[in-house]
């Protein structure tokens, strides 16, 4: 790591710095060095703690925590400043200080070039933070969706929902709400969380997880669950978009003309994996979905929901006056004892395990949907011994 020469990064700074108190005694440099200590002074003042390293912090800061650590490297500096140092900022140590960094004074320099003459540098007016150049990159970042046209009918129905009540926005208060097939809104566009590969734990500690995330204009990234947080909490109006409001699993029957509610899907997989070659005719993943089978497949490929490969749609039924993810959960349970254990890496190498992909012949299912609409499905279970439904003991 190169070292940060204080005299010239105070030299750089000699024209936004606050002018020091003019001492007869003192040479131009020791002026600029009890200069810069104040700045940091007042800062331990105002906030009541130590300037930080670390990239999440506002560039002053930085700053101030780069002068510090050479002021204190440098033993003349250290006998200045004795008399200065009332709070003994020279002998603190900041808790869970992270690794120095380098500074860039041309860097600098150029986050700076806002200010006017003779404003004050710990004003942040003109200057963008790190987290606000963090969020413009990462809308720089985004690309063009090549298969947005799978996710316009997403789109078009959660407008529709928020404009009928059938969903509402709320204030976005916790990482976990950000999960595959969550919207929110961002910066003023609707976005769609596609994809979420497995979690991680970054190098400070924390859960993380890459994302695919869809957004109304068209554009996707495939930033982190932590960047999409962030970028929800930085923005006032940044809120979640509900899921349909839930009712019970069944409602009154359908009568004549009465919209669909849900299509349960059942799909067969491409995938060459030998154990689901081994099983292919009767390996199904079954889902329910109150928008189109063919919005909700996209991208197969690059999810390991999908077992990263493309599907086969088996059959569809159409459903009337249900809870959509009610009835999901009831068909997964009903199913549960036929289950395919199966582990897969993912597109990062790590294993993680599908599910929803059961070892149940097509025959089977259907009579399930049978049982579904005629709403006997609630006392039947499959047993995978017998290859049938059974009722429920």
Known sequence: MSELDLDALADELADFAPAAKKQASYTPREERIIAGFEDIERFYEEHGRLPLHGEDRDIFERLYAVRLDRLRAQEDCRALLATFDKH????????DVEEEEDLDPDDLMAELAGLGEGEDITQLRHVRSAEDKRAAEEIARREKCLDFAKFEALFRQVKEDLANGTRITRPFELKAEIRPGAFFIVFGQICYVAEMDEMFTNPQGRTDARLRVIFDNGTESGMLMRSLQRQLNEDDAGRRITDPAPGPLFADRAEDGEAETGTIYVLRSKSEHPVVAEHREIMHKIGVTSGSVEARISGAEK??????????????????????????????????????????????????????????????????????????????????????LVEAR
């Not at 003994?88 to 808790?95: G, I």
């Not at 068909?331 to 059961?358: C, T």
């Not at 097509?362 to 011994?385: F, K």
Request: aromatic share 10%.
């Open 88 to 95: 003994s900022l020279l002998d603190r140590v900041a808790p």
């Open 303 to 388: 999810s390991s929901t999908y077992l990263l490969a493309g599907v086969e749609v088996i059959a569809t039924y159409k459903v009337y006056g249900v809870n959509c993810q009610k009835l999901e959960s009831l068909i997964h349970k009903v199913f549960a004892a036929a289950q395919i254990n199966l582990s897969i890496p993912d597109r990062f190498g790590h294993m993680v395990k599908p599910r929803e992909w059961f070892l149940v012949p097509l025959n089977v299912i259907d009579e399930a949907v049978g049982r579904i609409r005629d709403r006997s499905i609630l006392h039947w279970i499959y047993d995978p011994n017998a290859g049938r």
